[in-house]
């Protein structure tokens, strides 16, 4: 079992940076793929990034390559989300999740979710 927190959003103006913290419980968190993603309100929830167990992977979505990037740190059962250059089209609930196996980006392939953080983008 895995509790996952997520703290760090907020309201920013665009062009603006946040980052994203996720803390999870348990001794396990270094065997788990890591992932962000997020949902708008009216859409579905979406896939920002994944980060391989030993950090050593990273993947991001088309709509944030350049912008966002994700890491983690094993030693403090934590993984991060980097958001630079904020768009509006940014705005959503931002989950982080922990999955074993699966693809990287698919909502099915995480096994845990946290409650989600607002972040807002404005013009």
Same mark, same amino acid.
């Given at each position: 079992?895995?509790?996952?927190?997520?703290?760090? +959003?907020?309201?920013? @103006?665009?062009?603006?940076?946040?980052?994203?913290?996720?803390?999870?419980?348990?001794?396990?968190?270094?065997? %788990?793929? &890591?992932?962000?993603?997020?949902?708008?309100?009216?859409?579905?929830?979406?896939?920002?990034?994944?980060?391989?167990?030993? +950090?050593?992977?990273?993947?991001?979505?088309?709509?944030?390559? /350049?912008?966002?990037?994700?890491?983690?740190?094993?030693?403090?059962?934590?993984? %991060?989300?980097? &958001?630079?250059?904020?768009?509006?089209?940014?705005?959503?609930?931002?989950?982080?999740?922990? /999955?074993? +196996? +699966? %693809?990287?980006?698919?909502?099915?392939?995480?096994? %845990?979710? /946290? @409650?989600?953080? @607002?972040?807002?983008?404005?013009?």
């Amino acid at each position: 079992q895995v509790q996952l927190v997520e703290s760090g +959003g907020g309201l920013v @103006q665009a062009g603006g940076s946040l980052r994203l913290s996720c803390a999870a419980s348990g001794r396990t968190f270094s065997s %788990y793929r &890591m992932g962000w993603f997020r949902q708008a309100p009216g859409k579905e929830r979406e896939f920002v990034a994944a980060i391989r167990r030993s +950090g050593a992977g990273t993947y991001t979505a088309d709509s944030v390559k /350049g912008r966002f990037a994700i890491s983690r740190d094993n030693a403090k059962n934590t993984v %991060y989300l980097q &958001m630079n250059n904020l768009k509006t089209e940014d705005t959503a609930v931002y989950y982080c999740a922990a /999955g074993i +196996g +699966g %693809y990287f980006s698919s909502i099915n392939a995480y096994d %845990y979710w /946290g @409650q989600g953080t @607002q972040v807002t983008v404005s013009s």
